[in-house]
């Protein structure tokens, strides 16, 4: 099995060119069941993205990427369509839900395999079910698989959500899509990535509106061909490289960004004391020497995202004083907390507070772990350890960070795979 080694405490200076966004690109390649031909390009080439792929092409979707260009084109041949999506691809990717919505909107039936629990909690699907009920689905459970069915075709409703879900916002949308009429759905999910399906959708000729936390989409039966859509940066894998540069940048800048979409965690990094110079595409961002302890709680966008979590805690770690951070979005999310331990963090944990101790030396250690934020935790962490760090099950990394040692190594980090 394969591990990265980190020589810690080597001042990183350079540029990092952001990825396109991984969680933009999944519900995009799972509306392209709705489309015809499509070409993405900006597509991170991540095993997420592979994953889906993979499940597309089960589907009967065919898809041809050119890695160099980082592009993938999309053909909905509608023939030998498959509405099924197997249990062994949907469990290593939760968002292969996401093939739900689009499915029976369009084929007026699908068998989605129930994607399970994963190491951060139990992330159920109800909501998704519930939206898909909403518009007209009759939906079972049976033998570990969604069993959905609308033999007359979806009917556009109102829907609010009792809680805010980015997949289930994300369903909701794909299935209104094809529904007849209109579609209300309010408390949903805002994120970037949720706005970057809608302006791809819209590109396929839906009429989507958006205000705060409502969404309205007017059902689309006319198919139109040849989409290009180049997909947004991936603001958590920004902010991943930002937290290094803080950590251990004497300069770093960060490229192909959109700092607008990032607001709340620049205004977070800045009140810790970090300097950073900001323009319209990029950011230059300076290695501390005093860090500022913070007090804040995860929370959906505009709020700090959970999946930056892991990695602000690194950051807290060195700051001066107690920091709190509350875990609002994911019951199980501090599994990076024991490993930092055992590199001489010193943290405590009750119930959704991890409270941070700063600021504290880290010391290299063998460590692991069980999702990609908290793996990607555990290398900023190494950056600034003394010593060797070895990190074992580097497949969740693969998952979601793009190219992730090179793009260290040319700013002068010392980290080889083995
Ligand atoms: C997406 C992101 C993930 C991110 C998360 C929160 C993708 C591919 N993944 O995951 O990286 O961490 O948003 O920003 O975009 N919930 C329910 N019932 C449901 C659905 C969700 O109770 O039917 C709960 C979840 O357990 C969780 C919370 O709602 O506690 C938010 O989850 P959700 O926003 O749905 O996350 P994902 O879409 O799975």
Request: charged share 25%; glycine share 6%.
């Amino acid at each position: 099995m394969q591990k990265l080694l980190i020589k810690g405490k080597r001042e990183l200076n350079g540029s990092i060119s952001i990825s396109g966004s991984k969680n933009a690109t999944l519900p995009i390649l799972a509306a392209s069941i709705l489309a015809n031909e499509i070409k993405l390009t900006n597509v991170p080439l991540v095993k997420d993205i592979f994953t889906m792929l993979e499940l597309l092409e089960f589907i009967g979707i065919k898809a041809k990427i050119k890695k160099r260009e980082k592009t993938i084109e999309l053909k909905n041949k509608k023939k030998n369509i498959n509405t099924l999506a197997p249990y062994k691809l949907v469990k290593t990717m939760r968002a292969g839900v996401l093939v739900l919505g689009p499915l029976l909107t369009k084929y007026k039936k699908a068998k989605v395999s129930l994607p399970g629990g994963c190491a951060i909690g139990t992330r159920p699907v109800d909501l998704h079910l519930l939206a898909l009920k909403k518009l007209g689905a009759k939906i079972k459970i049976k033998n570990g698989y969604i069993i959905a069915e609308a033999k007359r075709g979806l009917m556009g409703t109102k829907i609010k959500f009792p809680s805010i879900s980015v997949g289930a916002t994300e369903n909701a949308i794909l299935a209104a899509f094809g529904a007849s009429g209109k579609t209300i759905l309010t408390n949903c999910a805002v994120e970037p990535e949720i706005l970057d399906l809608i302006d791809f959708l819209k590109k396929l000729g839906c009429k989507i509106l958006i205000s705060k936390r409502k969404i309205i989409i007017q059902g689309k039966k006319n198919e139109v061909k040849n989409i290009k859509h180049r997909i947004i940066f991936d603001r958590i894998e920004a902010g991943t490289y930002l937290i290094a540069g803080a950590l251990a940048g004497k300069k770093i800048l960060i490229k192909n960004i959109n700092p607008k979409l990032i607001k709340y965690e620049l205004k977070i990094l800045k009140s810790m004391g970090i300097k950073m110079k900001i323009s319209k595409t990029w950011i230059c961002i300076y290695k501390s020497k005093l860090y500022k302890k913070i007090n804040l709680s995860t929370s959906p966008y505009p709020g700090f995202p959970t999946d930056l979590q892991a990695q602000l805690m690194v950051l807290m770690t060195q700051a001066k004083g107690s920091s709190k951070i509350k875990e609002n979005i994911f019951e199980n999310r501090f599994m990076h907390v024991p490993e930092l331990r055992r590199m001489g963090a010193r943290i405590e944990i009750k119930n959704k507070i991890a409270q941070v101790f700063g600021p504290t030396k880290l010391i290299g250690a063998e460590v692991m772990a069980t999702d990609l934020r908290a793996s990607v935790s555990l290398v900023l962490a190494g950056l600034i350890a003394e010593n060797r760090t070895i990190l074992n099950r580097i497949y969740h990394l693969d998952r979601g960070y793009e190219q992730l040692e090179e793009k260290l190594k040319k700013c002068k980090a010392e980290i080889k795979r083995v």
